[in-house]
């Protein structure tokens, strides 16, 4: 599976963006889709995930009740609805797919930056 990411750039605290992550090649063969980010200095953490079939979704403490993740199946996006952003949800945003058991197609990334 081959993912495409885009919608980041640069926003004032409080505002939103969507991101948005094109998957092609073996779709039919993925689990679940997630979000994940790396912000400056600091690992890789896990933000949001929706399994394809069904849309059963679980976020990290940190973004419930602000992000979203929702997908299109007919046209294989996974989008990331972030509102009440906050500084530090400034990161390199990156969409995955995987099995049941891991990760296995990650996407480029793209680029948030939350202002003060």
């Known amino acids: 599976v081959q993912l495409q990411a885009s919608g980041g750039g640069l926003v004032q605290a409080g505002g939103s963006l969507r991101l948005s992550c094109e998957a092609s090649?073996?779709?039919?063969?993925?689990?679940?889709m997630a979000w994940f980010r790396q912000a400056p200095g600091k690992e890789r953490e896990f933000v949001a995930r929706?399994?394809?079939?069904?849309?059963?979704?679980y976020y990290s403490d940190s973004v419930k009740g602000r992000l979203t993740i929702s997908r299109d199946y007919r046209k294989d996006m996974v989008y990331l609805q972030m509102s009440s952003l906050k500084p530090e949800d400034t990161a390199v945003y990156y969409c995955?797919?995987?099995?049941?058991?891991?990760?296995?197609?990650w996407g480029q990334g793209t680029q948030v930056t939350v202002s003060s």
């Open positions: 995955a797919g995987g099995t049941q058991t891991e990760y296995d197609s």
């Open positions: 929706i399994v394809w079939i069904g849309g059963n979704t």
């Open positions: 090649g073996r779709t039919f063969s993925r689990y679940k």
